[in-house]
């Protein structure tokens, strides 16, 4: 097959124009980025090798391998993983798969200011395209396992990148980078200097589980060839002691395995002894990945035996709610080829996930009390899918209601938790009063929370679309009704000053209107009542108790039901 030459689409070559220019002075995240895409590989071989996918796959010796040329100022990454078909060249490398990334590009033009976009690119690195913060032209030369034809990528990340087929080419990935003419002024940035790499290495990939070797410069004079030196200690992190690991090298695992190119807002570790062993290394991210409720969301932990990646995303882990944490749980005693229906169904992977539940709200409970800033943040990010659990999770929901905050119409515009919304409640008064609607200004001008208003009774306001849903499921906190203010008879004892029968009278002297509107609006109300619940306004719409409230019926219209 001869040459073909692609176009890089739009935001590809957004993202290359701000790699090839970018005076970021912290480049060398490039070679975390290219380290970490090559442990993946290996990852995934080793995988497809264990549920026999990969029958004519070399899995013997599976390690990264980079090499300098000092003299062609090349520095390659090399790995004998998984690989790559032509087809899968052109759709990964080609084009922004990566939901992170698309993010991240959504984010910088944000930043309008060029020095915001810089700080971003240098937390990021953007995967494999980071190359071209380095060099002026990368290559890329891949077998897929079992496959016999290999395929040539290559490109100055300039509009345009070409395909090839070739005949030789070993198992896995090379990545060439065609590094740019060395600064004199500035040795920092020399990658083909050995300490420069060895240094790169152990400061953001040092806990990669596979080998990283690099073989060192002949030296002048001496015929032996050198031995690969390896660069990383490949321990770990779970499993050295928690003195030992420094945050930033968390950090680095946590982007790694996440995607994500921003530190964690919170980690937690653990490690369970006994009959069961296995530890446990979780992480809160800062930000909800835009997909968090669709159904391509990568949910679901890193499960680890005995060191070994036997799924890379185990759902089984964790319930649906807590979706957005991201980690590894390594087990002692599981059997590494293990599927993932038997997985669901496992006794210990169910203690295992209950007791990680638990250890993830008691974290987010000590953030609250101990740091109300990183609170806030988590519980603007994740709060809405945290409350799913008031739903799902009976067990917890003690534990839910003690970590979820509302905003409401009073407390200072703080929000407020339903202890402190009890503990304010006004004399008499039985039950915790909410709205819901779309937004809080709509709900707030609602004609539904004029009495409470006028009598200074605080009503929760709930803009969430699973609100709707928790706060039947819950029904009540500590002996306290938890009502719609927009729903039903409500009694706030407006009407105390009036005796009964001054009530019927009323009704009677109105009953006429009643009967005539009840008679034009037929189609669309049920009954027409006298409220005393209005101050201002004339007239509201209200739901009976057991119907569906306006948002939900949106909800439910927009889901197709
Ligand atoms: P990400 O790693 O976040 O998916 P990258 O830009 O780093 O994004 O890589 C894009 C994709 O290219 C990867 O998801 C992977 O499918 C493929 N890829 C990159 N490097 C390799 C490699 N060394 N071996 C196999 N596939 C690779
Ligand atoms: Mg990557």
């Known amino acids: 097959m001869p040459t073909e030459t692609f176009e890089y689409q739009v935001e590809a070559r957004q993202l290359l124009q701000l790699m090839i220019h970018s005076v970021y002075s912290h480049k060398d995240v490039f070679l975390r980025e290219l380290v970490s895409n090559a442990s993946d590989a290996l990852d995934k071989l080793r995988l497809a090798a264990l549920r026999d996918d990969a029958p004519d796959a070399d899995t013997s010796d599976l390690h990264i391998e980079i090499d300098v040329d000092k003299d062609a100022r090349t520095l390659t990454v090399r790995d004998n993983g998984i690989g790559m078909s032509y087809d899968e060249v052109g759709r990964l490398i080609g084009t922004i798969a990566n939901s992170g990334t698309a993010e991240f590009l959504r984010e910088l033009r944000e930043a309008k200011d060029a020095g915001g976009a810089e700080g971003l690119i240098g937390q990021f690195g953007v995967g494999f395209y980071s190359g071209f913060m380095a060099a002026d032209e990368m290559t890329l030369v891949t077998r897929r396992a079992g496959e016999t034809q290999g395929t040539r990528w290559s490109s100055h990340g300039e509009g345009t990148y070409t395909l090839e087929t070739v005949d030789e080419a070993p198992q896995g990935t090379a990545v060439t980078l065609h590094l740019k003419p060395a600064d004199p002024e500035n040795q920092l940035h020399d990658y083909t200097a050995p300490w420069k790499i060895r240094e790169i290495v152990k400061r953001y990939s040092d806990f990669i589980t596979w080998p990283i070797r690099m073989v060192p410069e002949q030296r002048e004079g001496d015929d032996t060839t050198p031995e690969p030196e390896t660069l990383n200690s490949m321990k770990a992190l779970w499993a050295r ?59 679901g932990l890193q499960l680890y035996v005995k060191r070994v990646l036997i799924m890379d995303d185990c759902e089984a882990l964790l319930p649906p709610y807590l979706r957005f944490v991201k980690g590894v749980v390594d087990a002692q005693d599981l059997s590494l080829n293990v599927s993932r229906e038997i997985l669901q169904q496992d006794r210990h992977i169910r203690m295992i996930q209950r007791r990680l539940t638990k250890k993830i709200l008691s974290a987010v409970k000590d953030m609250k009390a101990n740091d109300a800033e990183r609170y806030a943040t988590f519980w603007r990010e994740f709060g809405a899918v945290l409350k799913e659990g008031l739903i799902t999770d009976t067990e917890n929901r003690e534990a839910i209601c003690a970590v979820a905050t509302f905003a409401g119409t009073h407390g200072d515009d703080r929000p407020t938790t339903l202890q402190e919304y009890v503990e304010r409640m006004k004399d008499g008064q039985d039950d915790i009063y909410f709205i819901t609607g779309e937004s809080r200004q709509s709900i707030e001008n609602s004609p539904h929370m004029e009495a409470f208003r006028a009598k200074d009774i605080e009503v929760l306001l709930l803009t969430d679309p699973v609100d709707e849903v928790w706060v039947d499921a819950v029904g009540e906190f500590q002996g306290k009704r938890l009502r719609s203010v927009a729903k039903g008879e409500i009694d706030l004892g407006t009407d105390a000053g009036k005796s009964d029968g001054e009530k019927e009278k009323q009704t009677e002297e109105y009953a006429g209107l009643l009967g005539w509107m009840k008679e034009h609006l037929d189609e669309d109300v049920k009954d027409v009542r006298l409220s005393s619940r209005l101050t201002v306004s004339p007239a509201c719409v209200v739901s009976d108790t057991g119907d569906l409230t306006p948002a939900l019926e949106n909800m439910y219209r927009a889901m197709g039901q």
Request: charged fraction near 30%.
């Open 241 to 299: 002691s928690r003195d030992e690991v420094s945050d930033d090298e968390y950090h680095e695992l946590y982007k790694h395995i996440s995607h994500d190119w921003r530190a964690p807002l919170e980690t937690v570790r653990f490690q369970a002894e006994g009959t069961f062993e296995y530890q446990a290394l979780l992480f809160l991210p800062e930000h909800a990945s835009h997909d968090l409720f669709t159904q391509g969301h990568q949910r």
